[in-house]
């Protein structure tokens, strides 16, 4: 892999960890449970495509 792919990689990592860490802070302040459980599957979704990038290291 070249070192302008692995630093694709890296920054896609770096997007994806802020928009997880956003996500979970709107999930700590909704006080409605069908948008908190909306906002957690986003959270999961994140978390997933974040495990898929780092494998590809």
């Known amino acids: 892999m070249s070192p302008k792919e692995l630093l694709y ?3 896609a ?4 960890q ?7 802070e709107c999930a ?4 409605d449970q069908n948008l908190k459980n ?3 599957d986003l959270i999961q979704q994140n ?6 990038l780092y494998q590809v290291l």
């Open 47 to 52: 978390t997933q495509l974040f495990n898929q």
């Open 38 to 40: 909306f906002v957690n």
């Open 18 to 24: 802020f928009l997880k860490t956003q996500c979970t």
């Open 13 to 16: 990592l770096n997007h994806v």
């Open 28 to 31: 700590n302040q909704l006080k």
């Open 9 to 11: 990689i890296e920054d």
